[in-house]
């Protein structure tokens, strides 16, 4: 599958991502790892990788561009999916936030932050090849792989500073909500407040952003994306 050819060629071929024909590193989270977040961990099988990521494909001074690729799968009737995470706080009461893309197939990102009444506040946003979406300070999430006869393949731009804290999904087994055959099913731990459902383009003009394709603005446009290590320069 090739991905780009400028500025730098991306090419993947089975779960191996090649960068201007070297293969590229990658780390896997394994079924049995995602135990901790599936609504039924007994249907998770057989074991082996759930996704695949690719840390640092493009690095432009404290920015750098991942790949992830969620292969086709069902854990029963939950299609495959990420685990989940928050990102560590940027400014004070400000979070880091994140660009994604969509390079092959199509999904559904599951966003939640916890309001003051320890209520999760959850953003859906169903998406395709092509569309960018913007993760908000504050929020974690979850991405989900919705056609299980195609693999997922995204690429996120994040600030180098940033690390992410996977312990809240796992302490209520999960998102607020999981995405199954059946549709989004709430996670019986969260309490849920306000949901919403969101294309790819609202995201962005939320916070009045304009981002085109993600490699190419790493590349070519980096100061567009200050934001991304200072998010005291978004619009509210």
């Not at 007994?42 to 991942?66: E, I, N, Q, T």
């Not at 916070?207 to 190419?216: F, N, P, Q, V």
């Amino acid at each position: 599958m090739l991905l780009y050819e400028t500025p730098i060629k991306l090419e993947l071929i089975g779960r191996t991502l090649y960068k201007d024909g070297k293969p590229l590193s990658y780390t896997s989270r394994t079924v049995s790892e995602m135990a901790d977040v599936l609504i039924d961990s007994k249907k998770a099988f057989p074991d082996g990788p759930a996704y695949h990521m690719y840390r640092d494909v493009f690095l432009w001074g404290s920015l750098r561009y991942d790949v992830t690729v969620i292969p086709p799968r069902m854990y029963g009737d939950e299609y495959a999916k990420t685990y989940g995470h928050y990102h560590a706080e940027a400014k004070k009461g400000l979070t880091y936030p994140e660009l994604y893309q969509i390079l092959s197939g199509e999904g559904t990102f599951i966003m939640q932050r916890l309001s003051k009444d320890d209520r999760f506040d959850c953003i859906f946003v169903k998406c395709k090849k092509g569309d960018v979406i913007f993760i908000p300070p504050n929020y974690g999430h979850v991405l989900v792989n919705t056609n299980p006869n195609s693999p997922l393949v995204s690429c996120n731009v994040v600030s180098n500073s940033f690390s992410a804290d996977y312990s809240g999904y796992k302490e209520n087994h999960g998102a607020a909500y999981y995405c199954t055959k059946d549709g989004l099913t709430q996670n019986m731990n969260c309490l849920v407040g306000r949901t919403e459902t969101l294309t790819p383009k609202a995201t962005l003009e939320r916070c009045k952003l304009e981002i085109g394709d993600l490699l190419e603005e790493i590349s070519s446009n980096p100061d567009k994306l200050k934001f991304l290590e200072d998010p005291s320069l978004l619009s509210a």
